[in-house]
């Protein structure tokens, strides 16, 4: 079975940072893309960044680029989401996802059919 499992979430004042961390098992991880989601309150889910193993192709949205970095350490099959810079706005329950398309299709969350819980990041001003 795949299993995704965010962590590292929490409470962090506006211009901190915090780096989530995406464990990966069940899976070949070079054959899926992975990606990072957010919703926040009242919003729909929308991609913040994805990153595809086998090409390193990264993907970021507009609002998270040069705040946020994504990674991969191919030994613990994790993935990371470095976030800087943290602004209110960025609050939201952040999620991990994984397609099996191998290389990057796109940041809708209708791509990716693997989820895992989410953890929740929260910006104080």
């Known amino acids: 079975d795949v299993q995704l499992q965010a962590s590292g979430g929490g409470l962090v004042q506006a211009g901190g940072s915090l780096r989530l961390s995406c464990a990966v098992s069940?899976?070949?991880?070079?054959?899926?893309?992975i990606g990072w989601f957010r919703q926040a309150p009242g919003k729909e889910r929308e991609g913040v960044s994805c990153?595809?193993?086998?090409?390193?192709?990264?993907y970021y949205e507009d609002s998270v680029k040069g705040r946020f970095t994504i990674s991969s350490d191919n030994a613990q099959n994790t993935v990371y989401l470095q976030m800087s810079s943290l602004k209110p706005e960025d609050t939201a329950v952040y999620y991990c996802?994984?397609?099996?398309?191998?290389?990057?299709?796109?940041?809708?969350?209708?791509?990716?059919?693997?989820w895992g819980k989410g953890t929740l990041v929260t910006v104080s001003s």
């Open positions: 996802a994984a397609d099996d398309a191998r290389y990057f299709t796109g940041s809708s969350p209708t791509l990716y059919p693997y």
């Open positions: 990153i595809s193993r086998i090409d390193g192709t990264k």
């Open positions: 069940g899976i070949t991880f070079d054959d899926y893309a």
